[in-house]
């Protein structure tokens, strides 16, 4: 492995075995991300959803609390995260008539020495995989796409800002 | 809310509340599910871990048993999801120059009362967050994507086969 | 300790020491129990939550959620607890001007060898803290009460019915 | 919803959607909170424990360690509570012969931009369902009450302090 | 790799990637895994435990709690262990002069399509690091050792019994 | 119990109960732990895992990742250790055919007001016995042993350095 790749690689030791790596020297400052994706299903399951949901709203309430709570389980699922002091998390659902299906996007702030990118992508993941869970009875080939990252701000790497243009409208 | 989706959208109980089914009266039978997903990244990404994981394959390894063990916690991350025996867990992580990036496989085995669909979609989804994580230092814009139910079967329900053409190739 | 207490301190082996019963010996036989508790507030903090909880229902939802997963989680928090397949979990939160506040009432099925007393109260537990932790900041001299078992059945101990008389109304 | 309900009930958005309140505009002071519970049972059942616990002391031992472990998985409980660095962890069991049962308190302290109210109730909860499960096979009708803050320090909302006037006795 | 090897390194398939062995096609019967180990200390630090274990209980207490607690965590320690119903589990740790330290015991019974070798051996891992935990402030040169397997009963692979001439006495 | 036994057994209060012990008066200061320990096995077993490992390395890779893992749950293990936010797991697994078997050590750092002895022991324990899980099919008689702190520093009480002359090398 070229010494370039190894120093991007930044998971890897100079052997090529898996480490956490060491965030001590960073300074602790404010940063945030935003990541999004998308759930698509049949037209018909987005009525049943949007009928389904009126009178309480547990079916998109559901999977906004697991993404929320899943985001708190980010260094417990993946194996070399830190685990981060999260000062904020919101997780948002909308329906999307055009796709068909629902646009998910999370926001995670925390203040420390790394940043919160996997949590946010862990939120829109398990949000989305809780909403496949209360429809699949209606669809199975519901189908999970589009988990990036939107925007990162704070730390030393700069910001990061997504040239998908449908970011941030 | 109709009674007919009342009735599929079995989270939901008659007042629209969120509830766990009960899977009291159902039999216990074989069950598998196999999930799929991709995880795509630009070609010099690609290179980078191919090159990057040959000496001890930590990179495809970390994502491995990230998805294996996320499996296992499926009945903590999705709120209405039951705790089930797995029997086995199988993750396999593909490069496909095509994409370029990775198609991800989790194919799990259960002897229980309903099926592991979202323990099958969840191995998928996390070990292709640790793949993100893992390369994220070399790009930022890697994207997850199509991650959804290849086949099931077993159950009451009936055998299902995703129409995806590249479903079981 | 006299024999007696001895057999029926049924967590502590001869010696006094904390142990997890052995239950191999016991069929495994379908289990349910209903648990309850009450949330106690100011009336006016009852009608923000009524309030509040009207267009998405998420203060409820939240506890009910919660509730839900922490059943699952019992035998992570009571050290001796066996973990058990859970088959269906239900919690209510039903709103009872005369307290003020919220009866809580959890309902759990298992086909175990040891029942799901724990499980039940559990539920009704966390779904109460949750309550709690969204309105302290409207109201801190919320209290939480008559957390109770009010029906068990199945298993060789026999039913048990709680002399409670609201406890089935 | 009215506004100032909508500020008092932090968890919701403006659109009453469940989010995790941002705390990072938060100074990070120390904070303590003590909270408190009791288990009242029959008067037989507290002479067993005060028996059975004589020679190891396993019953208020277990139940008090399960309290300290249960404050650590708070976070992990209520779902919109922040994770914290809890500094010290306390819990208390003490005869009540006059309940008759157990009175249970509890004392967490932390250095962080929000308190740790429900830590401090999370502790008491699980110590006093720890308690009720090891004597459920000598007593079913054990009750759990008065689950309730007693004090808090620290943070901006100033301190607060119950007028239970068992508090601090 | 040769053929016999692969068979026997039953967690890695062809390929030699980590996978979950199937259990699928074995029949639950019930198993029973003892396991060992020891705490290695100065004389001084045995008899300071001793003392001051002398009022409640809590070092060893505690110890074995966590051991009990860990061995129901096996299966998401290690990666590719299937989670088991475990029907009992029992954790000793008796004072040993000669040592001078402690000898740990652990007993965990199954039923189940595969044995519960990890949970003993986690149970006594656990109770040790416990053990060392609450004594570091006195002696940082306590040691843990000889953990090992002393029996093991059902399944297929037939009962195993330790030559440890100390296993059984 | 004297008083100076009382004040070394951190973890006990004056009357011998556990509780976790108040570092909210400490400095957060950098700390480093290196814990140590070996598995021991028969030289054939050695062999296969060396011959197994080749193709992908995820024999010694999952139990790696499994002690990365394991020491960010220490808190959630060992009943009175804090929570600590780790900025860096490092764990080596490297055959040693004297033994024969394999020598395990850990380095963890964090930021804080207590130290990380026991997340560096608690990586090398899980580390060895996941080791352990996966090559029990070949041999049962894998003893693991050794265990113990090689390095400490950071905090008030000092550096630490084990004698043991291997400690460094």
Redesign the interface.
């Known amino acids: 492995?070229?010494q370039s790749?190894?120093q991007?690689?930044?998971?890897?030791?100079r052997?090529?075995?898996?480490?956490?790596?060491?965030?001590?020297a960073k300074a602790a400052t404010?940063r945030t991300a935003i990541a999004a994706?998308e759930v698509q299903m049949r037209p018909e399951t987005l009525a049943?959803?949007a009928?389904?949901?009126?009178?309480?709203?547990?079916?998109l309430?559901?999977a906004?609390?697991?993404g929320?709570?899943?985001a708190?389980?980010t260094?417990?699922?993946?194996?070399?995260?830190?685990?981060?002091?999260?000062?904020?998390?919101?997780?948002?659902l909308d329906a999307d008539p055009g796709l068909p299906g629902y646009q998910i996007r999370a926001t995670v702030?925390?203040?420390?020495?790394t940043g919160v990118?996997?949590e946010a992508?862990?939120a829109v993941?398990?949000a989305?995989?809780?909403l496949?869970?209360?429809?699949?009875?209606?669809e199975?080939?519901?189908?999970?796409?589009?988990?990036?990252?939107l925007e990162?701000s704070g730390g030393k790497?700069g910001d990061?800002k997504?040239?998908d243009r449908n970011a941030s409208s």
């Open positions: 492995m070229r790749d190894q991007l690689l930044t998971h890897l030791d052997e090529g075995a898996a480490r956490m790596v060491d965030v001590s404010r994706g049943a959803i009928a389904g949901d009126a009178p309480k709203g547990d079916v309430g559901t906004r609390l697991a929320i709570m899943a708190k389980q260094a417990n699922l993946i194996p070399l995260c830190h685990l981060l002091p999260l000062q904020m998390i919101d997780v948002r702030t925390t203040t420390a020495e990118e996997m992508l862990t993941s398990i989305a995989l809780t496949y869970d209360m429809v699949k009875a209606l199975k080939s519901v189908q999970i796409g589009r988990i990036r990252l990162k790497s990061y997504s040239s």
